[in-house]
């Protein structure tokens, strides 16, 4: 499908429906650029492996820092949404959206308590470790804590105030 999907969006010569947007951010000292191209034209040739397909779409992520470009990526993909259900600029958002909460709840985890390394594999031992730390997360989220990891450390060096917090509420 990758190749499908990749032949696809390179054929600028096809006599397709696309519809694109592209919005452009910055921060972290760089400017994004994001390119999001969809086209609704490949589902009756991919329904035959994939049900339920309303379109595909392609989106690039150009990143420059101090005027040269440092990084493009190209990501491709269907979704169920139709297109008058989800255009461009929503399929783009959607797709942000997703990396907003890998980034702020799976990296941290892995980031804070390493969990993709982790060793521990007997029973339901690692489903336990895995809701011991999203609470671990969300209470240092009500908390208002910006740096989990420093947080934690002093928690572990004052056992007494992380049991007084627990113990006494928010």
């Known amino acids: 499908m990758w190749k499908d999907l990749k032949l696809f969006f390179e054929d ?6 696309w519809q694109c947007h592209r919005d452009v951010s910055s921060g972290h000292g760089r400017l994004d650029i994001r390119v999001t191209t969809c086209s609704p034209d490949l589902r009756d040739y991919l329904a035959q492996d994939w049900c339920g397909i309303g379109q595909v779409f392609c989106l690039e992520r150009t990143s420059i820092q101090k005027g040269t470009p440092t990084n493009r990526e190209v990501h491709y993909g269907i979704t169920s949404l139709a297109p008058t259900q989800a255009d461009a600029e929503r399929i783009g958002t959607l797709h942000r959206a997703h990396w907003a909460i890998e980034n702020r709840l799976h990296r941290r ?8 390394a982790s060793q521990i594999r007997t029973k339901h031992a690692p489903a336990m470790l895995a809701v011991l730390h999203n609470t671990m997360l969300a209470c240092m989220n009500v908390l208002g804590v910006k740096n989990v990891a420093s947080q934690r450390r002093f928690y572990d060096a004052h056992p007494w105030d992380a049991a007084h917090l627990i113990f006494q509420g928010f």
């Open 12 to 17: 600028h010569a096809a006599d397709v429906r």
């Open 109 to 116: 985890r892995d980031v804070t308590f390493k969990e993709d």
